[in-house]
């Protein structure tokens, strides 16, 4: 696909799905209220709709807040009845978690409604964890700076994923990103289509997971990578030969060392059926796969795979142990064209909380060491390296690319996107309670395939803009030139703001 | 009491080594990853360097050229330039010359003030190391010294050491070990250039390694000539690093031992925190290097025979730990307590040569890890000459033998018996020991035991055939080529193959040679050619009595006689071939869609790689996709892959496969058939999901992981780990048994709807080629564990088979609807394999018995953990009412 003339998807409008949106305050209208409709001309954010006694604030989480006070538009202010009162809400305060909050969520629910940045007072660009990528900023040259700011049109954020030089197909994709695997089983069908449709607007790849390769992804063959995981799960010399990229999961980074595990509720017949199993009964993937114990035995994997599907590309999915620069050269030995570093941030809340916050090293520590370990051994230009577990914003994205990544791959977001709330219970019971993380029929039916791709989409269009502005801001012409770029980054902890050149964002 | 005395003494010894260690910031504790392909033979007559090749070219994709080494024991004195008593008694000091100038600095500090040299000399080597293709790097000088130590510096050394009360020659083994320390330490280890390290030091054996191929040490020292009982090889696949040592090559040494390793541990910290507790410090930071300084460890400063030393390296454990006599328990469970800390955890396999000075023999010992996740195959073959052999694959075992025959027939291209060792077990112990042993000068011989002892033998009162002497054509009656060609005729291949097989017994090998050379003439005629073939192809697949022949002499003549009619077809080019068209490397380009007539594509996989864009398998799956269906696929060196990448609903297919195939073969068929004629190797059928699969001999490592189906008949045994997180409807039997693990997270359904089912039947051949019972139909601790569906149905008339076996599956009882399930697959099992129902299955102590007497059913047992919610709430939480119930439900101590 030649991403110079690649055209990027229209985004649409695709408003929350339940009745009242979660925004960051509540406006109240009081009896006072003569029903003016003033309020409905003055809010250019369409806060308001009319009603028949009095106007509804029903998009009130598009509300910017008391800070809307300077302007002449505010409608409190203008109010002749002064029946509009504006407050903070509640639900925010308790909403999300340190990774996640709630401003990031509700900023990332903007992006996939409207596919801009939101106007709001919303820190959408980090959480709020401490660390990690929340201590990271870019250093943007000041105005004084010798930065020469692009024009914004020319700049390319597309990459290659085959750079081993091989005769395999080589596949550039216009975003540096791809959406990561979540089986059908974890997910619902409708949550998996429309990840894999928004992928192929998007003209990038949505994962299998390990779960099957259900037939109503066989239209999109050529954006799917199929994923080979431990338990083997609906991997069948079909699935592998239909597929662009084949992925080896070999860990991952929210469970190194434990496998996946479905449990017995989620089995539907269905999912089952999918998984050649028996419903009703908890699926294991082992932790290691029992083939594979040692680097040659990796690389006669890897032969496997690239016997069954001459053309395949082959990706490795690894956690980030301590010694993960040892596995990411052992892999590219034995020849992967892609090694994918999953960090401990990532994993839907099936992944039990002590692995998630105690095995794996995070994605920001892992991946300068493996970029690092890769230039000394000369081989860095001939494997794409993608990051992955805990990149939730077009922030992190670029701080990581900046650390040594090609490009990401993400799982979260996208469920965000679809209106999850991060209340972690994806792997109880019936599922999830906002219709994303289930496979029970009802609750499927929650979402719509339509709006879920656009959401989708819109969240990565907001993205691409976000990307291109900073590399625009760093005078920079493609993504690729950001890669391992640590001197346009800081680290809150050990540099002092005003020891820094530039703007920090 | 006195040993312990001679321990503590040694240990304390090595206390200075200490501080030297720490002062240079040693140990450090980040054990290099890497893979391996590992090899080694021993063999009663010594032999040639060269043939260590051949396993080692075959197992390049287990390495990647950046490091490679061997070690030969028990050497030939005229080569070294000394006498046997030198050879016998001197320690043969070997040290590499990274830096050639540090030559002077190493002698004055390490060999003159010390040694009494009886004989050095530089090891010849080619004149030019890029004469040698693929070799990158200059590999380093060597220099060899046959040495004592002198008796002021023994003397000295005892004084200064205390160690008073060692006997002299233990004191002069510790010598040359701190000594060998000492000098890597200076020269190697610490901070700044490496220059020089000591290869080996042990008696009557040597080491070489360098940065490359293995066969490259053999090419670049001219190890052509050099001769020696045992060899063993690695090739290492590093992955640290970009500069690159020599030094961190395999094999690693302890005084008399060279040890090669293919695994890696996952407490490599905790192994050098115990080796570091007894003064023990690594100095190359790989784990093989830890290895072998616990098995000297236990072996020379412990004083532990052999059988200790396995068992501290791999524990016995579970089921088979209740399996030991009392008394072994009672010393095993005091060794697994002192020592579980150096016991080496994670997949890993050693194979270790070593001098045993004090019984004046050489042995090559195979060890592997308990839960087996290394691949391992060990094999013996006797007959004029006597040799035993260990490799990481059985293609691997077949190419060094096929290229000693080549050398000297007296050595078959097959083995008498291939095996793979059950870990930490107390069948075997995980451990095969194979021992040289006799005078210098008389005819030396070879034994084999396991880890117990218990012999390994072949049939000694059937001989093998010397293929060194031409045997002389003999007379047969006049009728029988004729009456043979009515019978093939018929098409019914049963019945030559009875009247053959009667007569095979009777007959020496020139009767059979000349049978066979019938046979080849018959094939000549095309219309027959599919017969005969089917016919030969039956004596390697069944058994039979072979009167006072050796059965592998029969399998290596019957090899022989398929081979030259399969190279006999006519080649694949424009014209039509007939019925059959070979392929093979060189015409591998005329491949082309078959021409109407032409049915069955020969192909020759020799010359093709193993995998990559060369790869054989490749060549079938295009071959396929022109149009052919029948293949014969014969001269196989390990080429993986066979009959992947055909992609799906291949029903119709047939690949018929010979000699020693690779890796994976079968794996992901959807449709096809194959039919493996002899044993096989590592990971077959892997998300098998449709097709029929045969396998006449047995299957290796984590056979049928993750498949989804398929009809499986398998004639010999399974290795470890088969069928692991199989779903779907997989069928399969497996006539011998499996070494562990079993069908673990078993999710085939209901087998009587549709789901899926194993059938082990325990069973055997015997030397005159009877099918007799195993010691029990299922050795291992582990069997159906976590399975969630499908079923085992094992032939266990003696109730052999105990719960505590099972994790996640019960026993129950086998009824008339198990008995209909499993018929029809009985039925082919016997058509296929000639394992009868009625005349084997059935037949308990010579009386007929009902299946229910025969079988017995496991089935899956729901799981709390395989169950929704995995969780109960603590006992605390539990209301009122609950746990009344759950008290009730306790059994009532007091009625007794």
């Known amino acids: 696909m030649a991403t110079d003339h690649f055209h990027f998807p229209e985004t649409k409008k695709a408003p929350s799905r339940f009745r009242n949106a979660l925004g960051k305050y509540r406006i109240t209208i009081t009896r006072a209220c003569t029903n003016c409709g003033l309020c409905l001309d003055l809010c250019p954010y369409g806060v308001y709709q009319a009603g028949s006694k009095r106007p509804k604030a029903s998009c009130d989480h598009l509300c910017i807040g008391p800070s809307c006070s300077k302007n002449e538009f505010y409608c409190v202010n203008r109010c002749p009845e002064k029946a509009i009162h504006i407050r903070s809400n509640p639900s925010f305060e308790v909403l999300g978690d340190r990774r996640w909050p709630a401003e990031l969520l509700a900023g990332t629910w903007h992006m996939a409604e409207t596919g801009t940045t939101p106007h709001q007072d919303l820190n959408y660009k980090t959480g709020n964890s401490g660390g990690g990528f929340d201590k990271i900023r870019f250093i943007f040259p000041g105005k004084n700076g010798n930065g020469k700011p692009g024009t914004g049109e020319d700049i390319s954020t597309a990459i290659e994923l085959n750079r081993s030089g091989d005769s395999r197909p080589r596949v550039t994709i216009p975003l540096p990103l791809y959406l990561g695997g979540m089986s059908f089983g974890s997910v619902s069908i409708v949550t998996m289509l429309s990840r894999v449709r928004a992928a192929v607007a998007l003209g990038t790849f949505c994962c299998t997971g390990e779960g099957g390769y259900p037939e109503e992804l066989m239209p999109y063959d050529d954006h799917i990578i199929t994923q080979v995981a431990t338990g083997l799960f609906g991997v069948r010399e079909e699935t592998i030969k239909r597929v662009r990229i084949v992925e080896f999961k070999y860990a991952q980074g929210a469970k190194p060392g434990l496998g996946g595990h479905l449990l017995g509720d989620k089995v539907t017949p269905r999912v089952a059926q999918m998984r050649e199993a028996v419903p009703g009964s908890a699926l294991f993937s082992p932790f290691p796969f029992h083939s594979v114990y040692s680097v040659e035995d990796h690389k006669k994997h890897v032969d496997w795979i690239k016997e069954t599907n001459q053309k395949a590309l082959v990706s490795v999915k690894v956690s980030t142990p301590t010694d993960v620069d040892m596995v990411a050269v052992g892999s590219y030995y034995a020849g992967a064209h892609i090694v994918q570093l999953d960090g401990s941030y990532g994993g839907t809340g099936a992944a039990p909380d002590i692995a998630k916050k105690n095995i794996a090293m995070p994605i920001e520590y892992a991946l300068p060491k493996v970029h690092k370990f890769l230039l000394a051994e000369g081989i860095r230009d001939k494997i794409t390296i993608i990051a992955s577990g805990g990149i939730r914003s077009a922030y992190d994205m670029a701080k990581i690319i900046a650390m040594g990544a090609d490009g990401v791959c993400l799982g979260t977001a996208d469920l965000v996107a679809l209106e999850c709330i991060r209340c972690h219970h994806c792997e109880s019971g019936r599922g999830c309670a906002r219709g994303i993380a289930t496979t029970d029929e009802e609750l499927t039916n929650l979402m719509e395939l339509e709006w879920g791709t656009q959401r989708i989409i819109n969240m990565y269009t907001a993205w691409r803009t976000q990307l291109v502005g900073i590399l625009k801001r760093l005078g920079m012409k493609s993504v690729a030139e950001l890669v391992g770029r640590f001197d346009v980054i800081a680290h809150m902890d050990y540099m002092k703001k005003e020891e820094i050149e530039g703007e920090l964002d | ?896």
Not at chain 2, 10 to 18: A, G, M, N, P, V
Not at chain 2, 348 to 354: D, M
Not at chain 2, 853 to 868: F, H
């Open chain 2, 1 to 896: 009491m006195k040993n312990r005395t001679y321990a503590q003494s040694i240990i304390d010894s090595r206390y200075h080594l200490r501080d030297k260690a720490e002062a240079n910031g040693r140990p450090r504790v980040d054990a290099e990853e890497g893979g391996c392909g590992v090899t080694g033979f021993a063999c009663n007559i010594p032999v040639s360097g060269r043939h260590i090749f051949e396993p080692s070219v075959q197992m390049h994709n287990r390495g990647n050229g950046k490091g490679g080494g061997l070690a030969a024991v028990g050497l030939t004195p005229s080569r070294l330039g000394v006498d046997q008593k030198t050879l016998d008694e001197d320690f043969l000091l070997q040290v590499a010359l990274l830096d050639e100038t540090v030559l002077p600095e190493m002698e004055e500090r390490f060999i003159r003030p010390h040694f009494k040299v009886d004989h050095e000399a530089f090891i010849d080597t080619v004149d030019d190391y890029r004469d040698i293709p693929g070799l990158e790097m200059k590999p380093p000088a060597v220099k060899r010294y046959f040495v004592r130590v002198k008796p002021d510096a023994l003397a000295g050394f005892r004084k200064e050491r205390n160690l008073g009360i060692l006997p002299e020659d233990k004191v002069e083994e510790e010598f040359i070990y701190q000594n060998t320390y000492q000098l890597n330490l200076a020269l190697y280890s610490s901070l700044g250039e490496k220059r020089a390290f000591v290869l080996s030091h042990g008696r009557d054996m040597m080491i070489l390694k360098i940065v490359g191929y293995a066969e490259q040490v053999a090419q670049y020292y001219r190890l052509d000539n050099f001769d020696a009982h045992i060899w063993i090889a690695h090739q290492r696949y590093p992955t640290k690093g970009r500069v690159w040592h020599p030094g961190g090559a395999h094999p690693f040494i302890g005084l008399d031992e060279a040890l090669v390793h293919n695994g890696d541990f996952a407490n490599y910290y905790s192994v050098t925190e115990y080796l570091k507790q007894r003064n023990i410090y690594p100095l190359f930071l790989t784990d093989t290097e830890v290895s072998v300084q616990i098995f000297d460890l236990l072996n020379r400063v412990y004083g532990y025979p052999l059988e200790y030393i396995i068992e501290a390296l791999a524990p016995t454990a579970e089921m088979d730990f209740d399996h030991l006599p009392e008394e072994k328990q009672r010393i095993y469970r005091q060794i697994q307590a002192a020592h579980i800390h150096g016991s080496p955890d994670g997949p890993w396999f050693f194979i270790i040569a070593r001098t045993d000075v004090k019984n004046r023999q050489h042995q090559l010992i195979g060890i592997t890890d308990t839960a087996m996740l290394r691949p391992q195959v060990f094999a013996i073959q006797k007959g004029d000459v006597e040799i035993g052999l260990i490799c990481s694959e059985k293609q691997a075992i077949d190419a060094t033998l096929e290229s000693l025959a080549k050398e000297d027939p007296r050595f078959g291209t097959i083995a008498d018996h291939y095996w793979n060792a059950r870990g930490g077990s107390y069948t075997d112990g995980g451990s095969f020991i194979f021992t040289v042993s006799g005078s210098g000068n008389g005819r030396k011989s070879l034994t084999c035991s396991d880890k117990f002892g218990r012999q390994i033998d072949v049939p000694r009162n059937q001989r093998p055939y010397d293929f060194t002497k031409k045997l002389p054509s003999v007379k047969l009656e006049s009728t029988f080529q004729s009456e043979l060609r009515k019978e093939l005729k018929t098409g019914d291949i049963e019945g030559p193959f009875s009247s053959l097989s009667k007569g095979l017994p009777k007959w020496n090998y020139s009767h059979t040679a000349t049978v066979l050379a019938k046979l080849k003439g018959l094939a000549k005629d095309d219309a027959l050619k599919g017969d005969v073939i089917r016919l030969l192809t039956l004596f390697l697949d069944r058994h039979y009595p072979t009167g006072k022949k050796r059965r592998r002499s029969i399998l290596q003549m019957v090899t022989g006689t398929l081979n030259s009619i399969f190279n006999d077809v006519p080649v694949l080019n424009g014209k039509p071939a007939g019925y059959y068209g070979l392929i093979n490397f060189k015409t591998r380009q005329n491949l082309r869609p078959p021409l109407p007539g032409e049915e069955t594509l020969v192909a020759d996989a020799g010359g093709f790689s193993p995998e990559g864009d060369d790869s054989f398998a490749h060549i079938v799956s295009e071959a396929y996709g022109l149009g052919w269906k029948r293949f014969i696929c014969f001269g196989h060196r390990g080429q993986r892959f066979l009959g992947c990448g055909l992609g799906p609903d291949t029903q119709g297919v047939r690949i018929d496969a010979y000699d020693s195939t690779g890796d994976y073969l079968a794996s992901g068929i959807d449709g096809l058939e194959i039919y493996v004629h002899g044993n096989a190797q590592d990971q077959l059928g892997q998300i098998l999901k449709r097709g029929k699969l045969v396998v006449y001999g047995d299957v290796g490592q984590t056979f049928m992981y993750g498949a989804k189906g398929g009809e499986v008949y398998i004639l010999g045994n399974a290795a470890g780990r088969p069928l692991i997180n199989a779903a779907g409807r997989p069928r399969v039997i497996i006539n011998g048994t499996a070494l562990d693990f079993l069908a673990e997270s078993f999710m085939a359904g209901d087998p009587y709807n549709g789901g899926g089912f194993v059938i082990v039947n325990g069973l055997t051949f015997d030397n005159r080629g009877r099918i007799i019972p195993q010691e029990t139909p299922y050795p291992g601790s582990n069997l159906f564990s976590l399975a969630s569906g499908g079923a085992i149905f094992v032939r266990d008339p003696y109730k052999k088979i105990v719960p505590e076996q099972l994790n996640g599956g019960q026993i129950l009882p086998f009824d008339e609807r198990d008995w209909q399930l499993i018929l029809p697959y009985l039925k082919e099992n016997e058509r296929l394999f000639g394992i009868s129902i009625n005349k084997h299955l059935l037949i308990v102590d010579g009386k007929r018995r009902k299946p229910g007497e025969v079988y017995r059913t496991i089935g899956a047992v729901k799981l709390s953990v395989l169950a929704g919610s995995s969780l109960t709430m603590n006992e605390e939480w539990v209301t009122d009412k609950d746990a009344g119930e759950t008290l009730n439900q306790k059994p009532n101590h007091n009625k007794i």
